[in-house]
């Protein structure tokens, strides 16, 4: 589709020959342009993904981080080693 606008025809011919709405192709159009370098008013597919690729990376460790705090709490616990300053959580 990209190409074919590129080449003349217009977002508004094409919806009408295949499934996409016009918008939806100048939606693709501008991500294309943005992914070209051609505009600057948004993320490029690139850093979408690794902004996607970041947010998950950073759920896991935030669950593992409570995981291993509630693991140290109960070993100091279970051990009778509360190191100083814990408040015991």
Do not use: C, Y
């Given at each position: 589709?990209?190409?074919?606008?590129?080449?003349?025809?217009?977002?508004?011919?094409?919806?009408?020959?295949?499934?996409?709405?016009?918008?939806?192709?100048?939606?693709?159009?501008?991500?294309?342009?943005?992914?070209?370098?051609?505009?600057?008013?948004?993320?490029?597919?690139?850093?979408?993904?690794?902004?996607?690729?970041?947010?998950?990376?950073?759920?896991?460790?935030?669950?593992?981080?409570?995981?291993?705090?509630?693991?140290?709490?109960?070993?100091?616990?279970?051990?009778?080693?509360?190191?100083?300053?814990?408040?015991g959580?």
């Amino acid at each position: 589709m990209i190409a074919l606008v590129r080449a003349g025809r217009t977002p508004e011919d094409l919806a009408k020959h295949f499934e996409p709405t016009a918008q939806t192709i100048r939606n693709w159009i501008a991500q294309a342009e943005r992914d070209d370098g051609k505009r600057q008013d948004g993320v490029t597919s690139s850093e979408r993904d690794e902004l996607h690729r970041l947010r998950r990376e950073v759920k896991v460790l935030r669950e593992e981080r409570e995981i291993l705090k509630k693991a140290a709490a109960w070993f100091a616990k279970e051990t009778g080693s509360i190191p100083p300053g814990s408040s015991g959580s």
